[in-house]
């Protein structure tokens, strides 16, 4: 079973979603939880621990200039404008590729082969002793997170539960932590700006196929448009979380709510038991 | 010698663009005759890696200079290692009006 955690707005409360239902669920059994916000992974900040670290690389196209002609077919194939062949010389500008290969297909001369070039780290911890973390880290002024987000979730493969926090919004980071998940939670909050983040993040989750669910965080109590919208459109809203203080208190130091205040280990619990119910699984 | 305008359309009466990649036309003046041939620019609506491209288009159309409003850092390493210079228009005019500038000497040399 693999569960995603997405919002659509940033700062609804994914990463307290996903950490203190990960944390439910090793109470009980061995689950694993990956952090796919490789921008700002934040995870390891509720899980401390030791963690052992890989490096993610990518290919990206060396060129020999003693073998290259200069004959301009990498440059004109090159949909991303990485390459520009000169007279005298070809400029690689490595973060405007996105490590296609192609240049190295079309060259007539195979004057031009990859090396690996390093774009983020992967880390791995056991921070409890049912819990692994797995965290992706993209390296500060690199564009692409989806080779980050890839390598975390290969690395995962083969667990048989895992909770994959996602990155905030809609674009390529979010579909790839989606990508071959079996329900996603989506957590959103009250305000018009959650509700209309909401409504996007859920055209992804149909379009993927994934079945979702909500959960409502910071509730005030106004939930009213946000309950007609789950109405509408078929989605259960399988959590309430209140707007409260003593919440924000746990959370913002590091803490978890269901190991400060245990009586919501039934209500992650029963969280769990509706995203397998959504799959149509027990 | 053979000159490069961004330009927001076909002819000299139209707007001098000022960005560089993604202008919608590329205006190559021939300065001793004037006459001029109007390149559209097919990368204008990339959705990266415009400028490398842009500056691979008209160095194609072997152009001594540009004039435009600013250029990116990736276009700029490519037009300052083809040996094409640099001059910046940000009066808002035509391109007539950049391409009289130009011939005047009155524009900014840049690199």
């Known amino acids: ?282 | 010698m053979k000159i490069c305008i961004t330009s927001q359309g076909a002819t000299l009466d139209a707007l001098a663009e000022e960005r560089f990649g993604r202008a919608p036309f590329f205006i190559i003046v021939e300065t001793d005759t004037g006459s001029f041939d109007a390149i559209e620019n097919q990368f204008a609506g990339g959705s990266g890696g415009v400028g490398p491209k842009a500056a691979q288009l008209i160095m194609a159309h072997k152009v001594t200079a540009l004039v435009s409003g600013m250029v990116g850092g990736n276009a700029r390493e490519v037009l300052l290692a083809a040996g094409i210079q640099l001059y910046t228009y940000r009066a808002g005019g035509t391109v007539r009006d950049a391409l009289d500038q130009f011939n005047k000497k009155t524009l900014e040399h840049v690199a």
């Open chain 1, 1 to 282: 079973m693999k569960i995603a955690v997405a919002s659509g707005k940033g700062g609804t409360g994914k990463t307290m979603v996903a950490a203190n239902l990960a944390f439910t669920l090793s109470q009980t059994c061995q689950v694993t939880l990956v952090d796919c916000d490789v921008e700002e992974p934040n995870l390891h900040l509720f899980f401390p621990a030791p963690a052992t670290a890989k490096d993610v690389t990518v290919p990206v196209p060396v060129i020999d200039e003693k073998i290259c002609d200069r004959c301009g077919k990498c440059g004109e194939f090159c949909q991303y404008g990485a390459l520009t062949v000169l007279r005298d010389r070809v400029l690689f500008f490595p973060e405007l590729c996105h490590s296609c290969g192609g240049c190295t297909l079309v060259c007539p001369k195979n004057a031009i082969h990859e090396e690996p070039k390093r774009v983020g780290i992967v880390t791995y911890a056991k921070p409890l002793p049912r819990l692994d973390l797995v965290s992706g880290y993209l390296d500060t002024g690199n564009p692409f997170a989806v080779p980050v987000i890839r390598a975390a979730k290969t690395a995962t493969a083969g667990d048989s539960l895992v909770i994959l926090d996602a990155s905030p919004g809609t674009s390529c980071p979010v579909v790839e932590t989606l990508d071959g998940c079996d329900a996603c939670i989506l957590v959103t909050e009250s305000t018009p700006f959650g509700l209309h983040d909401l409504q996007l993040a859920v055209d992804v989750t149909a379009r993927l196929g994934i079945p979702a669910g909500i959960v409502i965080n910071r509730s005030d109590g106004k939930d009213q448009a946000t309950l007609d919208f789950c109405m509408n459109h078929d989605l259960e809203v399988m959590m309430t979380i209140p707007f409260d203080r003593g919440i924000a208190t746990i959370q913002s130091r590091g803490d978890l709510l269901c190991r400060v205040r245990t009586e919501w280990l039934k209500a992650f619990s029963a969280l769990y038991g509706k995203c397998c119910a959504l799959t149509g699984a027990e």
